[in-house]
């Protein structure tokens, strides 16, 4: 028989360097979690990403046990990784701060693509220019 869930908790966490202080310490501690296996737990199977913000859907159990589910790096932090810009523009439409490359726009699709909401690669890389837009990147064709 399973065993019943008692809490979902989406998070993010910084790949392999995750600690117990906010916003992970007090949403695992109002439940009863141990908050060191958790960030443990986490930090090895994330530390290949070093720093990239990772989600993260933790599902607690009665018994105060866990389980959780890593998903792909947001597109805004991989896009900015790829134009290699801190941040993106306040005025998208206006200020332009970077540039990526169709084949960057299609790695990234391609690595996200389980993620998103899409059927395709080609689709997932119109939500990703979707996204580069709004953060005023241009998309080079």
Known sequence: ?????VA???????GGQATPAPPIGPALGAHGVNIGQF??????????HNGMPIP????????????????????????????????GSGVPNKEKVGSVTA?????????KIADLSA??????????EGTARSMGLTVEK
């Open 8 to 14: 979902k908790i989406k998070l993010q966490a910084p």
């Open 1 to 5: 028989m399973a065993k019943a869930i």
């Open 103 to 111: 084949d960057q726009v299609r790695a990234i699709a391609a690595r």
């Open 56 to 87: 993260v859907v933790i599902n607690i159990y009665a018994d105060r046990t866990f389980t959780f589910i890593c998903k792909s790096p947001p597109a805004a932090a991989l896009l900015k990784e790829a134009a290699q810009v801190a941040k």
């Open 119 to 128: 059927n395709t690669v080609e689709q997932a890389c119109r939500i990703i």
């Open 39 to 48: 960030v443990s737990q986490f930090n090895e199977q994330t530390k290949e």
